[in-house]
């Protein structure tokens, strides 16, 4: 199947960005304003980390393979499946950003985890 490599890649750019996305802006700090002078200095701050530029990168490299996968399958099999990469990102956060996870959010990824099983193997 050729579509594997690609939902392995989507999956995990997306985890991988938006989990160092996630890291660079709790080094950065709060947004506690709205207006365009705080925003533009947030944003001046985040593209000093390196995460953040990694996350991004991982987060375009994300949307070209998912332009990709979608020119070759269905998009209600792209879709669901690349849901996958809610369970990675949870368990990602969980293991680098040293997140807590709930028991119902447990329950949550135990919930996608069969869903994408079926949409995968209904292809």
């Known amino acids: 199947m050729r579509t594997a490599p690609y939902l392995m890649l989507i999956v995990l750019s997306t985890a991988g960005g938006e989990i160092s ?16 002078k705080s925003l533009l200095d947030f944003l001046r701050r985040a593209l000093r980390q390196p995460c953040f530029l990694l996350g991004i990168a991982l ?12 020119s070759w399958a269905n998009v209600s ?11 990675v990102g949870a368990l990602a956060a969980k293991q680098l950003l040293g ?6 959010r447990w329950a949550g990824i135990l919930l996608v ?3 994408v099983a079926l949409v995968t193997f209904g292809e």
């Open 113 to 115: 985890s069969p869903g």
């Open 59 to 70: 987060l375009a490299l994300n949307f070209f393979a998912l332009l990709t996968l979608l």
């Open 21 to 36: 996305v996630a890291h660079a802006i709790k080094q950065v700090g709060e947004v506690q304003c709205f207006a365009l």
């Open 77 to 87: 099999f792209v879709i669901p499946t690349t849901a996958l990469s809610y369970v």
């Open 99 to 104: 997140e807590r996870l709930t028991p119902l």
